[in-house]
């Protein structure tokens, strides 16, 4: 099995119908954006950078060691695309020592965009050091939790100032296409804001799952509760895909969701094209990609997503 899969590595992800497929990977380190390519990923859909800043004890990395860091990872891409999300501390992974550690309801509190938008010198350092190592390579950057339109201005704000700054320094910096994780479900329903104002958008099924069933994603005693096929989460993930599809803007999934074969028919039938996951999953996933017929699919995956009980409609899967 591992060598028959192994051999799918460099063949070109197509359905059968002969949809092409992005498949890409989710990184945590900067030397694991070389191995993502070995392992046969188009590019990297999601860099979680809070790792960089994370097991530091309040000395956090300055802008020179992140464009350090993030030009490795550009490198290692080798003219393929990365995505590199800004810093999502908070909640599931807590940043050591620094002041603001004591939540009230972490996965609520203050995580992800709102503590970069609350620690504007730290988040322009961040944006500084990724369109510095835009210039050596094709960099999308995202942005973890929006859900407020201020946000998504400020922002944006932050993005042309950190621009600027780069400008007067005389430091030489490249072009990023912007994109919003979609993860909150206000976000997920107002979706076409975001298509307004954002060149690419991925759907973060983690977090969207936790928040529109109230389910803490690191609770044991609820983990049953947790499910990717509740109705209201299908229809939230369906809802998103198609505003994108209309808008004629990119639309990826990084959550768990696009690294579990047993979704990816799904996922495509409702019209995904480019899915971001574990690079462990990349070949088994390309599988699914390589005997899937997106005709077929679509119809399936439309009923599957207004069913009572989308598990059994799963079943039928053409
Ligand atoms: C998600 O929420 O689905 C996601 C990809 O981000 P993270 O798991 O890092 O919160
Ligand atoms: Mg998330």
Same mark, same amino acid.
């Given at each position: 099995?591992? #060598?028959?899969?192994?051999?799918?590595?460099?063949?070109?992800?197509?359905?059968?119908? #002969?949809?092409?497929?992005?498949?890409?990977?989710?990184?945590?380190?900067? #030397?694991?954006? *070389?191995?993502?390519?070995?392992?046969?990923? *188009?590019?990297?859909?999601?860099?979680?950078?809070?790792?960089?800043?994370?097991?530091?004890?309040?000395?956090?990395?300055?802008?020179?060691?992140?464009?350090?860091?993030?030009?490795?990872? !550009?490198?290692?891409?080798?003219?393929?695309?990365?995505? @590199?999300?800004?810093?999502?501390?908070?909640?599931?992974?807590?940043?050591?020592?620094?002041?603001?550690?004591?939540?009230?309801?972490?996965?609520?509190?203050?995580? *992800? @965009?709102?503590?970069?938008?609350?620690?504007?010198?730290?988040?322009?350092?961040?944006?500084?050091?990724?369109?510095?190592?835009?210039?050596?390579?094709?960099?999308?950057?995202?942005?973890?939790?929006? +859900?407020?339109?201020?946000?998504?201005?400020?922002?944006?704000?932050?993005?042309? =100032?950190?621009? =600027?700054?780069? =400008?007067?320094?005389?430091?030489?910096?490249?072009?990023?296409?912007? #994109?919003?994780? @979609?993860?909150?479900? +206000?976000?997920?329903?107002?979706?076409?804001?975001?298509?307004?104002?954002?060149?690419?958008?991925?759907?973060?099924?983690?977090?969207?799952?936790?928040?529109?069933?109230?389910?803490?994603? +690191?609770?044991?005693?609820? *983990?049953?509760?947790?499910?990717? &096929?509740?109705?209201?989460?299908?229809?939230?993930?369906?809802?998103?895909?198609?505003?994108?599809?209309?808008?004629?803007?990119?639309?990826?999934?990084?959550?768990?969701?696009?690294?579990?074969?047993?979704? @990816?028919?799904? &996922?495509?039938?409702?019209?995904?094209?480019?899915?971001?996951?574990?690079?462990?999953?990349?070949?088994?996933?390309?599988?699914?990609? &390589?005997?899937?017929?997106?005709?077929?699919?679509?119809?399936?995956?439309?009923?599957? !997503?207004?069913?009572?009980?989308?598990?059994?409609?799963?079943?039928?899967?053409?």
């Amino acid at each position: 099995e591992r #060598g028959r899969l192994a051999r799918l590595r460099h063949a070109p992800a197509i359905t059968r119908d #002969g949809v092409p497929i992005e498949l890409l990977a989710n990184i945590e380190q900067p #030397g694991d954006a *070389a191995l993502a390519l070995e392992a046969g990923a *188009a590019g990297v859909g999601l860099f979680r950078s809070e790792f960089l800043f994370m097991g530091r004890a309040g000395q956090l990395p300055g802008e020179e060691e992140q464009y350090q860091a993030y030009r490795q990872a !550009v490198d290692g891409m080798q003219g393929r695309p990365l995505t @590199i999300r800004t810093i999502d501390i908070g909640a599931d992974k807590p940043l050591e020592k620094h002041g603001r550690d004591v939540f009230l309801n972490p996965a609520l509190g203050l995580r *992800a @965009i709102r503590w970069s938008l609350a620690e504007p010198a730290m988040f322009r350092t961040q944006l500084r050091a990724v369109l510095r190592a835009a210039a050596h390579g094709p960099v999308r950057l995202m942005f973890p939790m929006l +859900a407020h339109r201020q946000e998504v201005t400020q922002t944006l704000a932050q993005v042309a =100032q950190a621009r =600027q700054e780069l =400008q007067e320094r005389g430091v030489p910096y490249g072009p990023v296409q912007l #994109g919003a994780m @979609i993860e909150i479900p +206000a976000a997920a329903i107002m979706v076409d804001y975001f298509l307004r104002h954002f060149d690419f958008l991925s759907i973060g099924t983690n977090d969207l799952i936790q928040y529109a069933l109230a389910i803490d994603r +690191a609770d044991e005693a609820v *983990a049953h509760l947790y499910d990717p &096929l509740h109705p209201a989460v299908l229809q939230l993930v369906a809802q998103v895909i198609a505003a994108g599809q209309a808008a004629g803007k990119s639309v990826c999934v990084c959550g768990e969701m696009a690294g579990d074969p047993d979704m @990816i028919g799904l &996922l495509l039938g409702l019209g995904l094209r480019s899915f971001s996951m574990h690079p462990a999953q990349l070949l088994t996933v390309k599988q699914e990609v &390589l005997r899937a017929d997106t005709r077929k699919l679509a119809p399936w995956a439309e009923q599957v !997503v207004s069913a009572d009980d989308p598990a059994a409609v799963m079943a039928q899967i053409p």
